[in-house]
């Protein structure tokens, strides 16, 4: 049985950062592309990075630049740099396998002075 786990989520001021991590049980993230996902109170779940299995990520507007996907396969892990945080990166954040219809349980991330 696949399952991701997100960690890293928690409160953190306007200009701040955090690295969220996915880490992996049950199958090698190294052969799927991964994503993340957010959501926040009142609104639908939203893209906010995807990266292949060739390491090629994209990202929407709303976060290009200050966010960065990344994958250590040796350690079965995806990660979520985010910089220069604002207000409405408010959201519960979760990472996602395509292939394997897979949600993490999210973790929150709250940017609030």
């Known amino acids: 049985q696949v399952q991701l786990m997100e960690s890293g989520g928690g409160l953190v001021q306007p200009g701040g950062s955090l690295r969220l991590s996915c880490a992996a049980s049950g199958t090698v993230l190294s052969m799927y592309a991964m994503a993340w996902y957010r959501q926040a109170p009142g609104k639908e779940r939203e893209l906010v990075a995807h990266?292949?299995?060739?390491?090629?990520?994209t990202y929407p507007d709303s976060v290009k630049g200050r966010f960065t996907i990344s994958r250590d396969n040796a350690k079965n892990t995806v990660y979520l740099q985010m910089n220069s945080l604002k207000p409405e990166d408010t959201a519960v954040y979760y990472c996602?396998?395509?292939?394997?219809?897979?949600w993490g349980q999210g973790t929150q991330v709250t940017v609030s002075s």
């Open positions: 990266i292949t299995t060739g390491g090629t990520t």
């Open positions: 996602y396998c395509n292939s394997r219809r897979t």
